[in-house]
Nanobody
Framework: QVQLVESGGGLVQAGGSLRLSCAAS??????????MGWYRQAPGKQRELVAA???????DYADSVKGRFTISRDNARKRVSLQMNSLKPEDTAVYYC???????????WGQGTQVTVSS
């Protein structure tokens, strides 16, 4: 059973920073073979990809967060983090951690963490 537990959400003023973290309860080899990502969903909107990092360490970002957010992974600790700087009110959403295991094309999700940016 794959479990992903997010932490680090909260309320911050515009221009501030938050760091989200996601811990995966999987074997090290399983984590190492998985792509990890952060998605977000704002009220009334579809869930969207924010940032992703492949098993090889390549990263990808939504245009709206490029230059402000940084995704990183720690394979030894089976964690993925999202450093969010220069936050804007439009970044307000529930942020979800995602694990994609390519060998079986399976996706697993965390429970989500709320990020609220006040203007």
């Amino acid at each position: 059973q794959v479990q992903l537990v997010e932490s680090g959400g909260g309320l911050v003023q515009a221009g501030g920073s938050l760091r989200l973290s996601c811990a995966a309860s999987v074997s090290g080899s399983f984590f190492g073979l998985s792509a990890m990502g952060w998605y977000r969903q704002a009220p009334g909107k579809q869930r969207e990809l924010v940032a992703a990092v492949t098993s090889g360490g390549s990263t990808d970002y939504a245009d709206s967060v490029k230059g402000r957010f940084t995704i990183s992974r720690d394979n030894a600790r089976k964690r993925v983090s999202l450093q969010m700087n220069s936050l804007k009110p439009e970044d307000t959403a529930v942020y979800y951690c995602n694990l994609h295991f390519a060998l079986s094309d399976e996706d697993f999700w965390g429970q989500g963490t709320q990020v609220t940016v006040s203007s």
